[in-house]
C-alpha cells in the first residue's frame, strides 16, 4: 500500500486543502492511479473518509516531516571504494535536518558550492517508537519505505571534515513520492538518472549492513519516533547536479522520486 500526502484540488471556499491519502493502482503508472483520502494518520488502523482524487489532479508533496533524518555513510562497498574508503565494520550515522526535506516535484536549491552530487537511496519511515531493539524486532517498528536523495555539497564536506553542512542544506533530503508499506527491502533495484541519464544501478541486497541492522543500531544510539527517516547509503555512480538538471531516484517496487535543480534565490 502506498501512502502519502497530497495538495488536493481547489475547494469550494478558494483555499488548496492538503489531504494524507492511500494511492491506488501501481507504484509506475502514474496516470492510472488514484488517491483516497484518510481521517487522521497512517499510524495505526486506516479509515477512508470517502475522497478520492486522480492523483494527476493532485500535487504530491513530502510524504512525513521527521522529528530527525538519520542517515548512513559509506553503506555500499562499491560507494565507499569510489570515495576512496573501506565499508565500515560498524554504521556511521549523521543527521539532517528535518528542513533539508523536501517532496516530489519540489526544487532542489543549489547553495554557493563548486561541486553538489546526487544520492539515490532507499528511505525507510519509522511506524512505531524504536528504543533499544534487537535486529530480530527491527522490521516490526517500520511503517513503509521510500525513494531518498542525500544530496552533499562535496566542497563543504571536504573543508568541513563532517557532513552537517555539506548535507544539511534547505532541499537537500528530498523522499517521496510516497511511503510503499508492503514491501521486503532486503533486495531492490535502485537507480539515479540525471536528465533522464542512469548514472547510479545498485541493489540493496549490497548494503554493508541490512535495514534491520541498520534500524537496531541507531535505536541503541537514540529513540526513533513514529515518522522519522532512516536513509540507508548509496550505491557507486554518486556525481554532480548543476542548475537546470532533473534527477531521479527510482526503487523496484515503490516508484521514481524525481526533482528539478535550480539556484538558490
Known amino acids: 500500500m502506498a501512502w502519502g500526502v497530497v495538495e488536493g484540488p481547489t475547494g469550494a471556499n478558494g483555499g488548496t486543502p492538503t489531504s494524507e491519502g492511500v494511492a491506488r493502482g501501481g507504484p509506475t503508472d502514474f496516470s492510472a492511479l488514484t488517491v ?53 565494520s560498524s554504521p556511521v550515522v549523521f543527521i539532517k535536518p528535518s528542513t533539508s526535506v523536501i517532496g516530489h516535484g519540489d526544487t532542489i536549491r543549489l547553495p554557493v558550492s563548486d561541486r553538489v552530487d546526487f544520492e539515490g537511496e532507499l528511505a525507510i519511515v519509522i511506524g512505531k517508537p524504536a528504543r533499544d531493539v534487537s535486529r530480530e524486532e527491527a522490521l516490526g517498528h517500520v511503517l513503509g519505505y521510500m525513494c531518498g536523495n542525500d544530496v552533499s555539497a562535496r566542497d563543504q564536506q571536504k573543508a568541513d571534515g563532517q557532513f552537517t553542512r555539506a548535507k544539511g542544506h ?13 514491501l521486503d527491502p532486503s533486495d531492490l533495484r535502485i537507480t539515479t538518472s540525471v536528465n533522464g541519464q542512469v548514472k547510479q544501478d ?22 526513533l519516533l513514529p515518522g522519522d527517516v532512516i536513509l540507508t547509503g548509496t550505491p557507486a555512480g554518486v556525481g554532480p547536479i548543476v542548475a537546470g538538471d532533473t534527477v531521479t531516484i527510482e526503487i523496484e517496487g515503490i516508484g521514481a522520486l524525481s526533482n528539478k535543480v535550480a539556484k538558490k534565490a
Open 36 to 88: 483516497s483520502a484518510i481521517a487522521e494518520h497512517p499510524f495505526g488502523a486506516i479509515e477512508f473518509t470517502g475522497d478520492r482524487w486522480s492523483l494527476e489532479d493532485v500535487r504530491l508533496v513530502a510524504p512525513i516531516l521527521p522529528s530527525k533524518v538519520v542517515a548512513v555513510a559509506k553503506n555500499y562497498a562499491d560507494h565507499a571504494a569510489e570515495m576512496g574508503d573501506e565499508a565500515p
Open 170 to 182: 534547505d532541499s537537500f533530503c528530498p523522499i517521496g513520492p510516497w511511503i510503499e508499506t508492503l
Open 202 to 223: 545498485g541493489r540493496t541486497k549490497d548494503m554493508v549492513h541490512d535495514v534491520p541492522t541498520l534500524i537496531s543500531f541507531v535505536s541503541n544510539v537514540m529513540t
